[in-house]
């Protein structure tokens, strides 16, 4: 099939190279020039595992194209290619305004406009960006006098699992128009396009457009409400003496329940999370519905306190004050086999101790550029050893496995002070306690309590 991707940032670069893998032809297209220059050279733009060699596979095919030329999608009537449907896919962003809760979709308004000159009758435009509900109707007053449809078919893609989560995700929600022909043919549409993991025997939602656009604003609201659960117990075991790792464990076995999502610590963060929950409620608001999800605003609240608990903890470890103190943070990115620094806990911690007068050094496998651009206050490292080196305190803030990995006794030798803050469970107490460590994490107790 003949496929467009709007927007090339992580959703739209990875899900153009998926479906060129697919066996589609496929023209990606972002008004970021650098970005369409390292694309086009099968050269990925941020870090995702498995992106790097889909790209070059894809490219080398010659199934995938990347423009920041919009009219490469324009087809004469007449010509071979106007007689056969289009598919155009809207991954654009849709961050939080600036000074409030609620989502921008103008980025996704621009593309679906920029689309419109180019539509034919028989083509159909998917929305996979998280939109708040009733964008997709709105739109399809936009689209339908084309002639062409509009379906909304949300991602929910995991950062460090995105390849995987695209080729085979699941499940895959589609949502359709009332009128029954034109949804039978958009699902014929969106059906050619997943046929091989359709074919896999991924599960297929049909749904309308307010269900298909609540699937996934409802889903992170689940999961940010899982995170901020446990990391509430954590509050309370901190306060007991109990471990919250047991804890999890014990609840975690319960089927109704799971162990997913179930690590306490210091809580999400990311391009994701945050930010839909709050337009979540925003948007509730609009509706008439606010109260329905005031819940939410303490799901936030409790994920924002665990980042001054690592603070206050880091603090007391060095003896109530952090003049003069070396600080190490291991972890720059929001979550480990990822570059995305957008909200991450670890970078918010490191920039509070750094406030109250501390020699604050951070490292990351893969985060160190993105993270200088916006925190350039921050000493970094490219080394775990460089970042430690005379350290009074280790601060792990993202659970790369070359950090989960670390040998407790040979960093003995570097660091000024012995004391260990796990932020993510990651760490075996006994084993660096052994090696004469303080270890101390969030929702656990001290040795000895």
Not at 18 to 44: I, N, P, R
Not at 160 to 167: E, F, I, K, R, S
């Amino acid at each position: 099939m003949r496929i467009s991707v709007m927007g090339c940032g992580y959703l739209g670069a990875v899900h153009a190279a998926c479906m060129a893998d697919f066996g589609h032809e496929v023209v990606g297209v972002d008004v970021d020039e650098a970005k369409v220059k390292d694309l086009q050279a099968a050269k990925a733009p941020f870090f995702e595992p498995g992106l790097p060699e889909l790209l070059e596979r894809a490219m080398g095919s010659g199934r995938l194209t990347f423009t920041t030329d919009v009219t490469v999608l324009s087809r004469q009537a007449g010509s071979p290619e106007a007689d056969e449907p289009m598919v155009h896919f809207v991954c654009v962003g849709t961050p939080q305004r600036k000074g409030e809760f609620a989502a921008d979709t103008s980025y996704v308004d621009a593309a679906v406009r920029n689309l419109l000159p180019h539509l034919r009758p028989g083509d159909l435009v998917v929305g996979k960006s998280t939109v708040p509900v009733g964008t997709a109707a709105r739109l399809a007053d936009l689209v339908e006098p084309t002639g062409a449809m509009l379906a909304w078919n949300p991602e929910f893609l995991r950062e460090g699992h995105a390849v995987v989560d695209t080729q085979r995700p699941d499940r895959l929600v589609y949502g359709l128009p009332s009128d029954p022909a034109t949804a039978a043919a958009a699902k014929a549409l969106l059906d050619g396009v997943y046929a091989d993991p359709l074919s896999h025997g991924v599960p297929l939602v049909t749904a309308d457009y307010p269900t298909s656009e609540l699937v996934k604003t409802a889903a992170n609201a689940f999961l940010a409400t899982k995170i901020s659960f446990i990391n509430a117990m954590a509050e309370v075991c901190e306060a007991a003496g109990a471990d919250v790792t047991q804890l999890a464990t014990a609840i975690g076995h319960d089927d109704r329940i799971g162990p997913k999502f179930l690590g306490a610590g210091l809580g999400f963060g990311g391009g994701c999370l945050p930010k839909d929950i709050r337009a979540f409620m925003a948007r509730a608001g609009e509706l008439g519905a606010d109260q329905a999800l005031t819940f939410l605003r303490e799901v936030d609240a409790i994920n924002m306190r665990r980042r001054v608990r690592m603070v206050e903890l880091a603090r007391e470890v060095v003896g109530g004050s952090f003049l003069g103190r070396k600080v190490a943070v291991l972890g720059a990115a929001f979550k480990p086999d990822s570059d995305d620094i957008r909200d991450s806990p670890a970078l918010n911690v490191a920039a509070q101790i750094k406030l109250q007068g501390a020699d604050v050094v951070v490292t990351d496998p893969a985060a160190i550029e993105n993270a200088r651009r916006v925190w350039p206050e921050l000493q970094f490292a490219t080394t775990a050893e460089e970042a430690c080196a005379k350290a009074d305190v280790v601060l792990l803030l993202t659970e790369w496995r070359e950090y989960r990995e670390l040998d407790p006794a040979k960093l003995g030798e570097i660091v000024r002070g012995k004391h260990v803050l796990d932020g993510r469970n990651a760490l075996d107490p006994a084993v660096w306690r052994g090696a004469g460590w303080t270890y101390r994490a969030l929702g656990r107790p001290r040795a000895g309590d």
